[in-house]
């Protein structure tokens, strides 16, 4: 053998043997500012869901795990976020950590929650029922050291990301809470006493949680990146008024909309950059982008539309005004530049070098399998092409299965179940009080609804507490649906009428997850603000299915959006109902060929039959019926 060709022989095989080098994973893990949204449910938009398009997507992936709601210890300990946070992780990622929104409290500010906990008990009051909250000295401190070095036994590079801050304009300044230092207000015990309202001069940075973080980065030697001082300046320049119309969510001085989350992707991707964090893979471009580059909708379920959107964004453009088109490559989607007029083509125009623009898909696919179509924007010579890819789930052949909840009378009676399922309902820290028959629901202006309110841990009526602003993972309504041992559920449909009452500031979240643990946690609808007395009928379409013998639970998450404790304001539901389709898992293995068609699934006294054209039956096992 000649020696250049041993030389190239050995490089292939070299070549040959190496293992594939898979991205670096950036893991998120935080509250409602950073979290992934259903852009079909609300406007919000957590800024780590635009974060991933400022990395080289073929050497950096973003899972982002922010949960509303949480503070450092919910997100440690209770619904298997952090544990199954890290067994995604791989030597070589990294992790972002930002808390501090939460963990500020909404009963007591600046205060742990259980040790307000064991206030009151020791003096004969109840506890609170909203279990967030932590002391920037303490266990704010404790909870960060636990994420960074549990990341870092497993290989995993911490980094601590300040909090955006919130939208508190004093004058031309973000006020000081609004910065995360609650040193102008804040809860303290001492002497055994509650001590609220106490306040520490400016310089004094025991109450700043920000300053706790920065802290805590110096003593692990981990990297922070000051995202909270980036965001009181983005806020200043756009000034007040543009940060409310632009920026943030309609009446919501916290979570920010499209253009402010993206804003805010893109100031941290340059912190990192500026940091030398994962440096050589992040792009702040300056032309024409798409988020995401690639819209992977997943599963979907033949004939069941779904909401999706892309945004497309452009700074220091030439020339500085311009139009952009964007167009579909297939049938099975229509486009939107305003959410109203959808078409397989649509326009839209940009002046001032910038562009900004949601571009709305309505997707309707038949059939079943896998499909990828194209979405192409074009602005002058430039082109991007958005590949589209949906997993088509047929809904032919399966048996109804049905769930409902009348919700008609306290106590609230059990669900009425069709097919071979089994449901429950379950009230935590939430208690049915009464029926009124005060609401109005189309031409019924006499409607009754049962009335639910806020609960201690005994069950018994309790305040709503202050200063809410998101769900509270302890509180819910939930609604669940077990699948039969042998079989799967595709839920095709989630509906009820929902109403408050006495109020007109009731806000609530639908979530899904599944099991005990309530893993693989979904928001699927929000509503702010429930009409006082007006009924209104919600309908989802998920796509969602139940694994044999798995539960699904459906939770309703009240909280009420005011600045101060308040009793008697109720979130009333009625009709609550889960419908899908029951498959057996082997669901080609039942079907016949050559002339004959498909066979007939069949209940009889809660049993499923496979009846096939000759009329035989066999149970779902396979055992012929005699």
């Given at each position: 053998?000649?020696?250049?060709?041993?030389?190239?022989?050995?490089?292939?095989?070299?070549?040959?043997?190496?293992?594939?080098?898979?991205?670096?994973?950036?893991?998120?893990?935080?509250?409602?500012?950073?979290?992934?949204?259903?852009?079909?449910?609300?406007?919000?938009?957590?800024?780590?869901?635009?974060?991933?398009?400022?990395?080289?997507p073929?050497?950096?992936?973003?899972?982002?795990?922010?949960?509303?709601?949480?503070?450092?210890?919910q997100?440690?300990?209770?619904?298997?976020?952090?544990?199954?946070t890290?067994?995604?992780?791989?030597?070589?990622?990294?992790?972002?950590?930002?808390?501090?929104?939460?963990?500020?409290?909404?009963?007591?500010?600046?205060?742990?929650?259980?040790?307000?906990?064991?206030?009151?008990?020791?003096?004969?009051?109840?506890?609170?029922?909203?279990?967030?909250?932590?002391n920037?000295?303490t266990?704010?401190?404790?909870?960060?050291?636990?994420?960074?070095?549990?990341?870092?036994?497993?290989?995993?590079?911490?980094?601590?990301?300040?909090?955006?801050?919130?939208?508190?304009?004093?004058?031309?300044?973000?006020?000081?809470n609004?910065r995360?230092?609650?040193?102008?207000?804040?809860?303290?015990?001492?002497?055994?006493?509650?001590?609220?309202?106490?306040?520490?001069?400016?310089?004094?940075?025991?109450m700043?949680?920000?300053?706790?973080?920065?802290?805590?980065?110096?003593?692990?030697?981990?990297?922070?990146?000051?995202?909270?001082?980036?965001?009181?300046?983005?806020?200043?320049?756009?000034?007040?008024?543009?940060?409310?119309?632009?920026?943030?969510?309609?009446?919501?001085?916290?979570?920010t909309?499209?253009?402010?989350?993206?804003?805010?992707?893109?100031?941290?991707?340059q912190?990192?950059?500026?940091?030398?964090?994962?440096?050589?893979?992040?792009d702040?471009?300056?032309?024409?982008?798409?988020?995401?580059?690639?819209?992977?909708?997943?599963?979907?379920?033949?004939?069941?539309?779904?909401?999706?959107?892309?945004?497309?964004?452009?700074?220091?453009?030439?020339?500085?005004?311009?139009?952009?088109?964007?167009?579909?490559?297939?049938?099975?989607?229509?486009?939107?530049?305003?959410?109203?007029?959808?078409?397989?083509?649509?326009?839209?125009?940009?002046?001032?070098?910038?562009?900004?623009?949601?571009v709305?898909?309505?997707?309707?696919?038949?059939?079943?399998?896998?499909?990828?179509?194209?979405?192409?924007?074009?602005?002058?010579?430039?082109?991007?092409?958005?590949?589209?890819?949906?997993?088509?789930?047929?809904?032919?052949?399966?048996?109804?299965?049905?769930?409902?909840?009348?919700?008609d009378?306290?106590?609230?009676?059990?669900?009425?179940?069709?097919?071979?399922?089994?449901?429950?309902l379950?009230?935590?820290?939430?208690?049915?009080?009464?029926?009124?028959?005060?609401?109005?629901y189309?031409?019924?202006?006499?409607?009754?609804?049962?009335?639910?309110?806020?609960?201690?841990?005994?069950?018994?009526?309790?305040?709503?507490?202050?200063?809410?602003?998101?769900?509270?993972?302890?509180?819910?309504?939930?609604?669940?649906?077990?699948?039969?041992?042998?079989?799967?559920?595709?839920?095709?449909?989630?509906?009820?009428?929902?109403?408050?009452?006495?109020?007109?500031?009731?806000?609530?979240?639908?979530?899904?997850?599944?099991?005990?643990?309530?893993?693989?946690?979904?928001?699927?609808?929000?509503?702010?603000?429930?009409?006082?007395?007006?009924?209104?009928k919600?309908?989802?379409?998920?796509?969602?299915?139940?694994?044999?013998?798995?539960?699904l639970h459906?939770r309703?998450?009240?909280?009420?959006?005011?600045?101060?404790?308040?009793?008697?304001?109720?979130?009333?539901?009625?009709?609550?109902?889960?419908?899908?389709?029951?498959?057996?898992?082997?669901?080609?293995?039942?079907?016949?060929?050559?002339?004959?068609?498909?066979?007939?699934?069949?209940?009889?006294?809660?049993?499923?039959?496979?009846?096939?054209?000759?009329?035989?039956?066999?149970?779902?096992?396979?055992?012929?019926?005699?």
């Amino acid at each position: 053998m000649k020696h250049n060709q041993f030389v190239l022989t050995l490089i292939a095989a070299t070549v040959i043997s190496l293992p594939a080098i898979s991205a670096i994973r950036v893991h998120t893990i935080g509250d409602s500012t950073m979290a992934d949204y259903d852009e079909s449910t609300t406007d919000k938009r957590g800024w780590c869901t635009y974060l991933g398009s400022f990395f080289d997507p073929e050497s950096v992936t973003v899972n982002n795990r922010g949960k509303s709601g949480a503070d450092t210890r919910q997100f440690y300990t209770s619904g298997n976020l952090w544990a199954s946070t890290k067994s995604q992780m791989s030597a070589g990622d990294y992790l972002l950590i930002q808390f501090a929104h939460n963990d500020e409290g909404t009963v007591t500010y600046g205060m742990d929650n259980e040790e307000y906990a064991a206030y009151c008990t020791a003096n004969g009051q109840p506890a609170p029922t909203d279990a967030r909250g932590t002391n920037p000295q303490t266990t704010y401190r404790d909870f960060l050291r636990k994420f960074i070095r549990e990341a870092r036994e497993l290989g995993v590079n911490p980094v601590l990301v300040g909090p955006i801050c919130r939208k508190y304009f004093s004058g031309n300044d973000i006020r000081r809470n609004g910065r995360h230092d609650l040193g102008d207000s804040f809860s303290k015990i001492e002497g055994g006493k509650l001590l609220e309202k106490q306040s520490l001069p400016a310089d004094d940075h025991t109450m700043d949680y920000v300053y706790a973080m920065s802290v805590v980065a110096e003593e692990e030697n981990v990297p922070f990146v000051n995202l909270t001082e980036a965001t009181r300046e983005l806020y200043l320049q756009y000034g007040e008024a543009q940060c409310t119309q632009l920026l943030f969510c309609s009446g919501d001085n916290t979570h920010t909309a499209t253009l402010g989350a993206n804003l805010i992707a893109r100031r941290a991707a340059q912190l990192l950059k500026d940091a030398g964090i994962l440096a050589d893979y992040i792009d702040i471009p300056t032309s024409i982008t798409a988020t995401p580059a690639v819209l992977e909708i997943g599963e979907v379920y033949s004939g069941v539309q779904v909401n999706k959107e892309i945004l497309l964004t452009g700074f220091g453009l030439s020339p500085e005004a311009g139009k952009v088109t964007i167009t579909t490559t297939g049938s099975n989607f229509t486009l939107s530049v305003d959410n109203a007029n959808f078409a397989s083509s649509v326009e839209a125009e940009y002046a001032g070098a910038t562009l900004f623009q949601r571009v709305y898909i309505r997707a309707n696919y038949a059939g079943k399998g896998s499909v990828v179509e194209n979405i192409v924007i074009t602005s002058g010579e430039t082109e991007i092409t958005v590949p589209v890819s949906a997993s088509i789930i047929s809904l032919e052949g399966g048996a109804t299965v049905k769930a409902t909840w009348a919700i008609d009378a306290k106590p609230i009676p059990e669900a009425v179940a069709e097919g071979p399922i089994a449901t429950s309902l379950t009230l935590a820290h939430m208690v049915a009080t009464d029926t009124k028959a005060e609401f109005t629901y189309g031409d019924n202006t006499a409607f009754e609804m049962v009335r639910i309110h806020n609960a201690d841990d005994e069950g018994q009526k309790a305040n709503w507490p202050a200063g809410e602003i998101d769900e509270n993972v302890t509180r819910y309504i939930d609604f669940a649906v077990t699948a039969p041992a042998t079989m799967e559920v595709r839920i095709t449909g989630i509906s009820m009428l929902m109403s408050a009452h006495s109020t007109s500031s009731m806000c609530c979240h639908i979530n899904t997850g599944f099991g005990d643990e309530f893993t693989g946690v979904k928001t699927i609808y929000e509503r702010k603000n429930i009409p006082n007395k007006t009924v209104e009928k919600v309908e989802i379409t998920p796509t969602l299915t139940i694994p044999a013998g798995e539960t699904l639970h459906v939770r309703i998450l009240p909280w009420h959006d005011l600045g101060d404790a308040k009793n008697g304001k109720y979130i009333c539901l009625k009709d609550v109902e889960i419908k899908g389709m029951a498959f057996e898992p082997q669901q080609e293995a039942i079907e016949q060929t050559g002339a004959q068609t498909r066979s007939a699934k069949v209940f009889e006294n809660g049993i499923l039959y496979i009846v096939r054209p000759d009329g035989t039956r066999y149970t779902i096992d396979g055992n012929q019926v005699r």
